[in-house]
């Protein structure tokens, strides 16, 4: 069964940074590209990043480039984010989601949630 | 950015209903559309991807179609658990964009 289980949310300062983790299991974790989508309380999707299985190629939405970097250690089945220089609006919950296809998440985490206020 | 528009926002029905939901894009995506379900406090679930493949374990009552602008999934007959937000996401520009979501609840 796949399952991907993310943490490191919690609350944080504007400015400040904070790091995610999706542990991934139930799958062969280096034969899939990984995305992070998030969800502004109350609100729609909206795609974060994603990387290639060997790490390689990142794409990044505007909004964050140049502040997130989205990794991956293949060895340890687990996909990060970094976040650094966090405002308000990127308060959201955060998925970790296997793709199927290219940019067709087919399988979710159950989020975690990143509150930036001060 | 390619923009989605999804409507109605919201379709009152009743269990046992067919419930057609629509998403236009603001240029053609293509076939590369996919629908999602989303219940209260869970993660979305793929339902149709590339307009009108069902996704693994996706009942038959689930169906999607359309091309280029317009798009929409059908569920030919409502079940108890359908009762959801549905979201269109395109992937044929970066960056992948989603719909507002369309809320279908019991009337």
């Known amino acids: 069964e796949v399952q991907l289980v993310e943490s490191g949310g919690g609350l944080v300062q504007p400015g400040g940074s904070l790091r995610l983790s999706c542990a991934a299991s139930?799958?062969?974790?280096?034969?899939?590209?990984m995305s992070w989508v998030r969800q502004a309380p109350g609100k729609g999707l909206e795609w974060v990043a994603n990387?290639?299985?060997?790490?390689?190629?990142?794409y990044y939405v505007d909004s964050v480039k140049g502040r997130f970097t989205i990794s991956r250690d293949n060895a340890k089945n687990s996909l990060y984010l970094q976040m650094n220089s966090l405002r308000a609006e990127d308060t959201a919950v955060y998925y970790c989601?296997?793709?199927?296809?290219?940019?067709?998440?087919?399988?979710w985490g159950q989020g975690t949630l990143v509150t930036v206020s001060s | 950015e390619i923009v989605l528009t999804q409507s109605p926002a919201t379709l009152s029905l009743s269990p046992g209903e067919r419930a057609t939901l629509s998403c236009r894009a603001s240029?053609?995506?293509?076939?590369?559309l996919a629908w999602y379900q989303q219940k209260p406090g869970q993660a979305p679930r793929l339902l149709i991807y590339?307009?009108?493949n069902r996704a693994t374990g996706i009942p038959a009552r689930f169906s999607g179609s359309g091309s280029g602008t317009d798009f929409t999934l059908t569920i030919s007959s409502l079940e108890p658990e359908d009762f959801a937000v549905y979201y269109c996401?395109?992937?044929?520009?970066?960056?992948?964009?989603f719909g507002p979501g369309t809320k279908v609840d019991i009337k």
């Open positions: 989601a296997r793709d199927g296809k290219w940019l067709v998440p087919s399988y």
């Open positions: 139930g799958f062969t974790f280096s034969s899939y590209w």
């Open positions: 990387i290639k299985q060997d790490g390689s190629e990142k």
């Open positions: 240029q053609s995506v293509s076939s590369y």
């Open positions: 590339d307009a009108s």
């Open positions: 996401q395109q992937r044929s520009n970066w960056p992948p964009t």
